[in-house]
């Protein structure tokens, strides 16, 4: 869930499912523009996954060159989004997130923080919808018990602020019980596949 008073998340799994408030925020303009690149963050996103990635291996995961994704890890470094996970060396040294995820807000005092914020915002709002395009295409060739539990609902709600924030801690803590699969296979009961939920709330304006 999103709105202009209300951070951003993009969670992983990390054992015990952290809390909303648990979830390190980015603050520095920095970090917000090194990681609003797509590749950047289809890294992330693989390595949420797998929990750890060679180069190597990540670049036929996200279809990018090895030599590419070790560029993009090591900027991920930089600003401590991921890090070494120990063993190899150069291309096949593994990487995995250093964190249970991130939230970040557009809501800052700073002009240039402001700024960054909304970029990264913008990139990963264009990435959401490209998977949701495509993910609702592609649930119609699913087997029917897939189709019955994938979709969308739509809710007009009148509410305060305060309000929409409980609602929101109230949802993330529900879709956080579930983070742990990602990471550990061995959690993940047998017919479970891959599912992506988006929490998306905004003002409607008529």
Request: aromatic share 6%; with cysteine; glycine share 8%.
């Amino acid at each position: 869930m999103s709105s202009d008073d209300r951070s951003k998340r993009q969670g992983r799994p990390g054992g015990t499912a952290p809390g909303p408030s648990a979830i390190p925020e980015l603050t520095d303009p920095r970090a917000m523009r090194a990681l609003a690149h797509p590749i950047r963050l289809a890294l992330l996103e693989a390595l949420s996954e797998a929990g750890q990635l060679t180069a190597t291996a990540a670049a036929e995961v996200v279809g990018e060159s090895p030599s590419t994704c070790s560029f993009h890890l090591r900027q991920l470094a930089k600003y401590g989004l991921v890090e070494e996970a120990g063993g190899g060396r150069g291309r096949e040294r593994p990487w995995r997130r250093a964190d249970v995820g991130f939230r970040f807000t557009d809501v800052h005092d700073d002009p240039a923080t402001a700024e960054a914020a909304a970029g990264l915002d913008r990139v990963l709002r264009a990435r959401y919808v490209q998977n949701m395009q495509a993910g609702m295409e592609a649930r119609r060739g699913l087997p029917r018990e897939w189709r019955e539990a994938t979709g969308a609902s739509q809710f007009l709600l009148f509410v305060t602020p305060q309000e929409l924030r409980e609602l929101d801690d109230e949802l993330t803590a529900l879709l956080l019980r579930y983070q742990d699969r990602v990471r550990d296979p061995a959690l993940r009961p047998e017919g479970s596949r891959r599912i992506e939920a988006l929490l998306v709330a905004y003002p409607q304006e008529r």
